[in-house]
C-alpha cells in the first residue's frame, strides 16, 4: 500500500506548490472549465495531453482510448464530443495518435485478442483498406508508425462525420478537427496535415485517402 500512499504525497506536494505558485489558481480553475480544445487520445500512459501540449489543468478537454479510436457506437466517445462542442464550445478537435502504439502494432503483428481485439478491429480494417501501401514498407517499426498515421487520418474523418459536428459546422459554428500525432522517442508533436473546418475538407480528405487505397 506504501505506493497508493506516495500518490497521496505527491498530490499534497502539488497542491502546496500550485498554490505557491498561484494563490488563486485553484479558486480559479472551481469556478469555471472553459477550454478551447478536446484532445481525443490514446490511453497510453505515456502521452498525457495537458502535459506534453504545454497546457494547464482546464485547458483541454480530454477522452482516451486504446489507440484513440472515434468510433460510431461508442457512446462515452460520443458524448465527450457533444458535451465539448455543445456546451464547452470548444473550437478545436485534436485527435492525437503516437507512434509506437502498441495497439496498432497489435494489429501488424496479428496479436490482438479478446475484448481489446474487437475494439481494434476498426484499425485492422484500415490496414485492410491500406494494405498496399503498407506492404511496400519493409520495416515493421516505420510499416506500424504509418498505421499509427493512418489510423489519426481515420479518426479525424470519423469525428467529421459525426452529427455533432457536421450539426455544427451547418450552424456556422468555426469548428476544425486535427490530426497529429506523438514521437515518444523524441517528445515532440507532429501535425500530419489532415485538419478539417468544413464537409468540404472533410470529402477532400476522404478523397485523398480512397486514391491512395487503390492498390
Not at 506516495?6 to 506536494?13: M, Q, V
Not at 494494405?131 to 510499416?143: C, F, G, M, N, V
Request: aromatic share 6%.
Amino acid at each position: 500500500m506504501g505506493e497508493i500512499r506516495d500518490l497521496f504525497e505527491n498530490n499534497r506536494r502539488w497542491s502546496v506548490a500550485m498554490q505557491a505558485a498561484n494563490p488563486r489558481f485553484f479558486d480559479t480553475l472551481a469556478r469555471q472549465q472553459a477550454p478551447e480544445y478536446l484532445w481525443i487520445g490514446c490511453s497510453d500512459s505515456r502521452v498525457p495531453a495537458n502535459v506534453i501540449a504545454g497546457l494547464a489543468p482546464g485547458e483541454v478537454f480530454v477522452h482516451r482510448n486504446v489507440a484513440n479510436l472515434v468510433v460510431h457506437s461508442d457512446l462515452n466517445c460520443l458524448s465527450v464530443i457533444e458535451y465539448a462542442v455543445n456546451v464547452l464550445r470548444v473550437r478545436h478537435i485534436i485527435v492525437c495518435g503516437h507512434y509506437g502504439c502498441g495497439g496498432v502494432k497489435a494489429v501488424i503483428e496479428g496479436t490482438a485478442h479478446g475484448l481489446v481485439g474487437n475494439w481494434l478491429g476498426h484499425v485492422y480494417d484500415i490496414s485492410l483498406a491500406r494494405q498496399a501501401e503498407l506492404a511496400a514498407i519493409p520495416d515493421e517499426t516505420a510499416r506500424v508508425d504509418r498505421l499509427c498515421e493512418m489510423n489519426v487520418e481515420a479518426q479525424v474523418a470519423s469525428v467529421g462525420h459525426t452529427s455533432i459536428v457536421q450539426d455544427a459546422w451547418a450552424q456556422g459554428v468555426p469548428l476544425a478537427v486535427h490530426g497529429w500525432i506523438y514521437g515518444l522517442n523524441n517528445g515532440r508533436l507532429k501535425d500530419i496535415g489532415v485538419s478539417i473546418s468544413s464537409p468540404e475538407n472533410l470529402q477532400r480528405l476522404e478523397n485523398k485517402t480512397n486514391n491512395r487505397s487503390i492498390p
